[in-house]
């Protein structure tokens, strides 16, 4: 995928049918183009059991129009999958005889081997995930074990946001499906006080009223934590929607937040989970992951989505690894830390094109709002003050956002900045000067250390950020030139 043509997934659910076009490196391909009709295949399902007229033809409408854009954006490869509501439809089959004849072959997931997918979604974005994966859609609901970087065998519940009702009556009967499932199975057991992980439209669109309703300073919904004990006032609120926020949520998403609400509540209560977790990806990211190769796999996907993310603003080639080898003498940091310096590195690059007074504010937008997996609020937090102070700029000026990190956490991030700033203006970015000048520390001083037939480096410019370093660590700036 780096070097050639972009793919492309169809899937076909039971509330919508998608398509997105991929490019870039295999690991974290980002979507290149992305576009949903909300067809509505499982609506009419439980009441004769077929999917109707009206929702085949809205269907097969936007996968003619799919077909006419692959043609033309050269994509290399097209996978077309479908789910419960195909899998559960009396015509099915036919249905998939349709979309076949259209040029698009489509293949019907089986129910464990849907979860299985949505579970390899989740570990593709969260590498150490660790608990359950409750994919919602359209038709069904599907639960799988993540754990060590695998998926587990899964199970597939008729518990989806077109098949269940969001009243008592609703409630009852989804409760009882819920119960005799997980009666049979180890997952709610297995479950208590772990993570589940929240795959599905519907419910990032609850998380979305969950982040409103907190006024949430960060609009990303990857990652988000929902604390369990919030889900009787969410139920609450998504069947009460604020009216300012129906701008922010489309009517179909709207009108499936009291059932998913509904479902979560009852399985969060089943379950007993210590955290809940929102992960945009699922079973379309989880296709391609699973058909990576082992060493693929174990690849950091927020470092290797930052790489790829920098590009032609680069200015003398990424950098980014001896930028942070240069800089890491000055650090104790965690491991978890230093992998969020790293991607911060990496990214030190990615706001030269941009005019000089608006880099800061393009690397912290960047930290803040890229379609970054494997990593959290707080960590986009910190790379995004290093960015800034990377780029010149003192601080991130809103409060909200910076409210997410601790104080120790957002002086470390600052410090990094001011680091990178000070090898990128050594190197004048080019890497290779950076192996043989160092940085270490003491107690008392910073210094950086050069070699004698590159003392002509150690300009004024250089020196200013040397200071400006070492003020922000309490110590003093030094140099030590050496044969």
């Known amino acids: 995928m780096a070097s050639g043509k972009p793919i492309a997934i169809i899937d076909i659910g039971s509330n919508s049918v998608r398509l997105v076009v991929y490019a870039g490196k295999e690991r974290v391909p980002r979507p290149i183009f992305n576009e949903k009709v909300f067809a509505g295949l499982g609506a009419g399902i439980a ?10 033809d809205a269907a097969l409408a936007m996968l003619e129009r799919f077909k006419l854009l692959l043609r033309y954006m050269g994509v290399r490869h097209t996978r077309v999958v479908a789910t419960a509501a195909v899998r559960d439809a009396r015509n099915g089959p036919e249905f998939v005889d349709a979309v076949d004849k259209l040029g698009l072959e489509c293949r019907i997931l089986g129910p464990e081997e849907e979860a299985w997918y949505a579970g390899e979604g989740v570990l593709s974005a969260i590498p150490d995930a660790d608990g359950i994966v409750g994919d919602l859609g359209g038709g069904s609901l599907e639960l799988v074990e993540v754990g060590g970087g695998l998926a587990g065998r899964g199970m597939s519940l008729p518990l989806g946001v ?6 008592d009556g609703g409630k009852k009967a989804a409760a009882a499906i819920l119960r005799k499932a997980l009666r049979k199975s180890p997952l709610r057991d297995r479950a208590r006080g772990r993570t589940l992980y929240l795959v599905g439209g519907s419910w990032r669109a609850l998380a979305r009223v969950d982040m409103l309703s907190r006024r949430f300073p960060l609009p990303i919904t990857h990652g988000y934590s929902l604390g369990p004990d919030r889900l009787g006032k969410l139920r ?4 009460n929607l604020s009216p300012e926020w129906t701008e922010l949520i489309s009517p179909a998403r709207a009108a499936t937040l009291p059932a998913a609400a509904m479902v ?15 992960s945009t990806f699922g079973i379309r990211e ?9 060493r693929a796999r174990r690849a950091d996907p927020l470092i290797a989505a930052a790489r790829d993310s920098g590009g032609a603003e680069r200015r003398f080639g990424e950098h980014g690894d001896l930028l942070d080898a240069f800089i890491d003498p000055l650090f104790d940091d965690s491991a978890a830390a230093r992998r969020i310096r790293l991607a911060s590195c990496v990214l030190g690059d990615v706001a030269w094109a941009a ?11 960047m930290a803040l709002h890229g379609n970054w997996v494997g990593v959290t609020a707080p960590e986009r937090v910190m790379m995004a003050e290093a960015l800034s102070a990377n780029f010149g700029r003192q601080h991130i000026p809103d409060r909200k956002v910076t409210a997410l990190c601790t104080p120790g956490e957002l002086a470390r991030a600052d410090q990094w900045g001011l680091a990178m700033r000070l090898g990128q203006r ?9 192996e043989s000048a160092s940085l270490s520390c003491d107690a008392d001083t910073v210094t950086l250390c050069l070699p004698r037939n590159q003392q002509a480096l150690l300009a004024d410019p250089v020196w200013r ?6 003020l922000a660590m309490g110590r003093a700036p030094a140099v030590d030139v050496s044969d």
Do not use: M, T, Y
């Not at 979560?264 to 929102?278: G, Q, S």
């Not at 050594?426 to 950076?434: D, P, Q, T, W, Y």
């Open 264 to 278: 979560l509540r009852l399985l969060a209560k089943a379950l007993r989970p210590a955290r809940i977790i929102v």
């Open 465 to 470: 950020r040397l200071e400006r370093l070492a």
């Open 162 to 167: 077109l098949r269940v009702r969001a009243g």
């Open 47 to 56: 009441d004769d059991g077929r999917i109707s007229r009206d929702s085949w």
């Open 286 to 294: 989880g296709l391609l992951f699973a058909d990576l190769s082992a």
């Open 236 to 239: 609450k609120l998504a069947a």
């Open 355 to 365: 005019d000089p007074q608006f880099r800061a504010e393009r690397g912290v937008e």
């Open 426 to 434: 050594l190197s004048g970015g080019v890497g290779a000067v950076l």
